[in-house]
Each structure stands twice: as structure tokens, then as C-alpha cells.
């Protein structure tokens, strides 16, 4: 299932749904009077709920790092979809277990669903973290976990939730997400550490030698990666071809750096339609390595490259979280509640009035017309590039 269809399920069944459970949960709260006090965590299984987005989970890996330094002893199992497994792999350090929801269709979201949800029933929880705060979705794996306490978020409203979880955390879009998710680790008595190095995801020796191999191979010393893609959440992320491909002449021209495309396996054939030309004329020092690393490979490639150019996407998120030097270019969404805020990276974002509409509408209101990333030039990127050289 594409976004689209995911987003018109989760509203068609989800209120209703979520209406009906909250009142059973209302009704049960008042006859079984649980205890819904905080314990410390030690020994106890607590859950960690988000879906959708690499990014957000990216975002909230140093929390996991925190949450296990504070409670060694705690049984973490992450619930996320099957499409985050080598992302998952990268954390297991600081998880204990992950069951995943399958969602390329509806069938096999049903199917996987209901598996999660009895299997969270068997391993009685103490708390379930629910980091998805625009689905209905996840609020009934939730209540259905049984577990004791249920930490959720919300943007406007919690009433339809009352019954459904036990504590409430506002959303508050315009902090940074890390402090978002801080909020719910506090009440855990879990504080944040600041991730002033590289997030140690795990990355296996065969990634690395992998990595080093395409180096020696194609006779890679500094290289700069750019992502110009999006994910279907909302492709209107996406820059203008030929602004990155502006940019990538100026890279070739002004700098000694190896340009490398990257994406997913899924993108690679886009990568090569849109950049054949450049491709073609500058096989030397243009190179398509979209799909070609695994996620662990990538992370590992993006710690040594001399900078990363990308619109707002789950690589962007990667590259943070490894301390890569950036340039980011945003419109759909907001910087100041997603990016990173350092010295070695620059945002660019013309705030138009539709701006930001990702997560506050269902549909883009430009219709795919995206004149906030559009209204972002080369000149300005090229002069962010000449800013990061100079550093």
C-alpha cells in the first residue's frame, strides 16, 4: 500500500474504532481501578511503538541509548513496519527484540497486525511508548498490548484518548523532534543525553569493507553524497532536476570531490534517467550508488564524506546523526522542528504561505506545485557549498 491509500484507511476506520475502544477502556478503568503510577523500569518490558518514518526513529535512537543506560536490566521490543528491519539491526544494541507490522498490503497489515498485538498480550508489559502521533493506527495496538501504562502524544486534542492511554505528552511542532521525544523519557526519570559524537549504530566489519573496497575500486578520496529523493509520505520534498544538476557542474568545477548519487534500490533507476547526462559526460567522477549499500554500509559511507546536499528524508536524518557536514533544503517540511541544529550545516527554506503542510494536511495544497522548494536556487546552494569549504 502507497501513503495515499494507508492515510485513507487510518481515517475511515480509525475514529470510530478509536471512539469504541476508548469507551470499553473508560468503562474497564473505572471497574479495575489499575495503578497507573510510575515504577522504576528495571526488569520490566517496555514497548516502543513508531510506524512510519526513518527519520523520526533516527531521531529517537539516542533516547533508546538513554533508556537502557538507566535501566539496564529493561526488556525493550520496538513495534515499527518490516520495511525499517536493517534499521532495526543497526540498534539492536539498545533493543531487546522488534515485531514488525507488514503494510505493502492491506491483507498482510491485518495479518501482522494481529500477530503483534498477541504477542505484546503474552509478554505483559509495563509500558508502551506510542511515538506516532498522526495515526489512529498504533492506538489500538496500544490498548490492545494491556499494558499497565500507555504514554502517548498528541497535537490538539487528547479526548478521543482518554481511556485509550494512560498519559498524555503534547506535541509541540515547533521544538526540535529530540526534545519531542524527550518529553516522554523524562517522565521514564530517563534524561537526554547530548549526542555531541557519532551515534554508535552498529555496523557490521563486512558493511565497512564493503564501503572501503568501492573506495579503492573507483579511486574514491573525497566524495560529497547527494539524495534528491523523497519517499512517497510526500514527494513535493523533492528539488528541481535542474537545480541539482547545476550544482553538480559547479561540484565538478570548482572542487576536487567525487559527486555520488544515492537512494534506494527501488530509486536507482530514477537516479540514472534524471542525471544520465551528467552520468555519461563524467563517469570519472559522477557515480549512481543508489541501492548499491545496504543501510549500514550507508551510514558507514556518509561518516566520511566532505559534506551531504539533500532535501528532508530519512538519509538527512542519517547524516545528522552521524555529525556529516549538511546542506539541507526544506519546504513541505519545518527545519526548525527536524533539522539539525549545528555550525557545519546549513538550511535553506523560503517559508511561503502553504508552508510547512506536511502532517498539517492530508493533501499538499499546492497541489504537487511546490513552489517552496522551488523558490530554492542553486546560487544559494553553491554558496553554501563555498561557506562549508571555507570552514
Not at 39 to 58: A, E, H, N, Q, T
Not at 241 to 267: C, D, Q, R
Not at 314 to 331: E, V
Not at 342 to 365: F, I, R
Request: proline share 4%; glycine share 4%; hydrophobic share 40%.
Amino acid at each position: 500500500m502507497n501513503y495515499r491509500t494507508k492515510l485513507f484507511v487510518d481515517r475511515i476506520i480509525g475514529p470510530p474504532v478509536s471512539l469504541l475502544f476508548n469507551m470499553i477502556a473508560l468503562a474497564a478503568g473505572a471497574v479495575l481501578r489499575r495503578d497507573h503510577s510510575f515504577r522504576p523500569l528495571d526488569g520490566k518490558r517496555v514497548v516502543v511503538c513508531k510506524i512510519v518514518g526513518m527519520g523520526s526513529i533516527v531521531e529517537v535512537a539516542p533516547h533508546l541509548l538513554s533508556l537502557k543506560k538507566k535501566y539496564p536490566k529493561a526488556i525493550v521490543t520496538f513495534v515499527t513496519s518490516s520495511s525499517n528491519k536493517e534499521l532495526m539491526q543497526m540498534l539492536s544494541e539498545y533493543i531487546d527484540e522488534v515485531l514488525y507490522v507488514n503494510d505493502s498490503s492491506f491483507l498482510k497489515l491485518a495479518l501482522s497486525t494481529a500477530d503483534t498485538i498477541v504477542k505484546l498480550m503474552l509478554r505483559n508489559a509495563d509500558t508502551f511508548i506510542n511515538l506516532e502521533v498522526y495515526s489512529y493506527f498504533t492506538t489500538f495496538i496500544s490498548i490492545l498490548s494491556l499494558s499497565r501504562n500507555r504514554y502517548s502524544y498528541y497535537r490538539k486534542s487528547a479526548a478521543f484518548r482518554n481511556g485509550i492511554d494512560t498519559h498524555h505528552i503534547y506535541f509541540n511542532t515547533k521544538r526540535p523532534l529530540q526534545e519531542v521525544y524527550a518529553q516522554v523519557m523524562l517522565l521514564l526519570q530517563v534524561e537526554a543525553i547530548e549526542q555531541t559524537s557519532k551515534f554508535p549504530f552498529l555496523i557490521a566489519d563486512e558493511d565497512k569493507q564493503k564501503v572501503n573496497e568501492f573506495f579503492r575500486n573507483n579511486n574514491v578520496e573525497r566524495f560529497v553524497i547527494i539524495n534528491s529523493n523523497a519517499s512517497d509520505l510526500m514527494p513535493e520534498r523533492k528539488w528541481l532536476v535542474e537545480n541539482w544538476l547545476t550544482t553538480i557542474e559547479y561540484l565538478l568545477k570548482e572542487t576536487p570531490f567525487t559527486v555520488l548519487l544515492s537512494g534506494s534500490s527501488a530509486e536507482k533507476a530514477g537516479v540514472e534517467e534524471q542525471f544520465s547526462e551528467v552520468l555519461y559526460k563524467h563517469a570519472d567522477r559522477v557515480k549512481n550508488v543508489a541501492g548499491d549499500f545496504g543501510l549500514a554500509a550507508y551510514t558507514f559511507l556518509l561518516r566520511h564524506a566532505e559534506f551531504m546536499i539533500s532535501n528532508d528524508s530519512g538519509p538527512l536524518h542519517l547524516a545528522f546523526s552521524q555529525k556529516t557536514k549538511c546542506i539541507s533544503l526544506w519546504g513541505p517540511t519545518d527545519p526548525a522542528h527536524l533539522a539539525l541544529k549545528s555550525k557545519n550545516n546549513y538550511e535553506l527554506y523560503k517559508e511561503v504561505y502553504c508552508s510547512p503542510c506536511l502532517h498539517h494536511a492530508d493533501k499538499p495544497p499546492c497541489k504537487g506545485n511546490n513552489i517552496c522548494m522551488k523558490n530554492i536556487t542553486s546560487a544559494e546552494v553553491i554558496e553554501k557549498i563555498q561557506l562549508l569549504q571555507n570552514s
